[in-house]
């Protein structure tokens, strides 16, 4: 049975959710433990993590659900 538009719309924003989170504790550990010399690979962490979650957010199936969402009201 294929996934509801809403459903398929908070499984996807969960996931975003997720990755936000891990976002906050890479940047938790950077402020708190990471040494010093490791700040370089944080960065390039945090940038990937950041166009992830943009891509997701701005992916046509977001679009296309809301769009779906907004029809069926």
Same mark, same amino acid.
């Given at each position: 049975? $294929?996934?509801?538009?809403?459903? !398929? ?5 969960? !996931?975003? /959710? /997720? +990755?936000? #989170?891990?976002? #906050? ?13 490791? #700040?370089? *690979? =944080?960065?390039?962490?945090? /940038?990937?993590?950041?166009? +992830?979650? *943009? !891509?997701?957010?701005? #992916? $046509?199936? +977001? ?6 969402? +907004?029809?069926? =009201?």
């Amino acid at each position: 049975m $294929p996934e509801k538009p809403l459903d !398929e719309l908070y499984r996807n924003l969960r !996931e975003i /959710a /997720a +990755i936000r #989170s891990c976002e #906050s504790l890479l940047d938790w550990d950077e402020r708190t433990y990471m040494p010093h010399n490791g #700040s370089e *690979h =944080r960065g390039n962490q945090m /940038a990937t993590l950041a166009g +992830i979650v *943009h !891509e997701r957010f701005v #992916s $046509p199936r +977001i679009g296309e659900l809301l769009d779906t969402l +907004i029809a069926e =009201r």
